[in-house]
């Protein structure tokens, strides 16, 4: 597991990225529930820590494309490809995140980068 941060440091409504490869966020919602997504929209290179929480939806600051955070799935185009989810731990205050196994969906620039190629 990797710890993402404290509990009491994430307020409701707001997302921390975890800066690793691909990177990944934890999400914070007004209900009090937490989830964590590839940070990475799948239609091209932004990051939806930086986009917009509504429910439990989170909107793409680039080209609005919206992504379900208990599955990962497109509710709004551009982006056709889901984000992979992870486990949320939260432990004696601390939020940790269990990474999914499954291989992630990212853009192609994201991808080559990963990859070692021309970003």
């Known amino acids: 597991m990797i710890p993402a941060c404290r509990l009491e ?3 409701r409504g707001e997302a921390h990225r975890l800066d690793i490869d691909p990177p ?6 007004d209900d009090g529930e937490l989830f964590a997504i590839d940070d990475t929209c799948t239609h091209q290179d932004a990051s939806l820590a ?3 929480l509504e429910g439990c939806e989170v909107e793409c ?4 494309s919206k992504f379900d955070l ?4 497109v509710d709004a185009p551009p982006a056709k490809l889901p984000v ?5 731990v939260v432990e ?3 939020i940790y995140v269990r990474l999914s ?3 992630p969906n990212l853009p192609p620039c994201v991808a080559a980068r990963l990859a070692g190629g021309p970003a």
Request: aromatic residues 6%; proline residues 6%; without cysteine.
């Open 9 to 11: 440091d994430l307020p």
């Open 101 to 103: 196994t499954e291989a």
């Open 61 to 64: 600051p680039l080209h609005a």
């Open 84 to 88: 992979r989810t992870h486990e949320v």
């Open 92 to 94: 004696d205050g601390m």
């Open 50 to 52: 930086d986009g917009w």
């Open 24 to 29: 990944v966020s934890v999400f914070h919602t």
């Open 70 to 73: 208990r599955t990962g799935a």
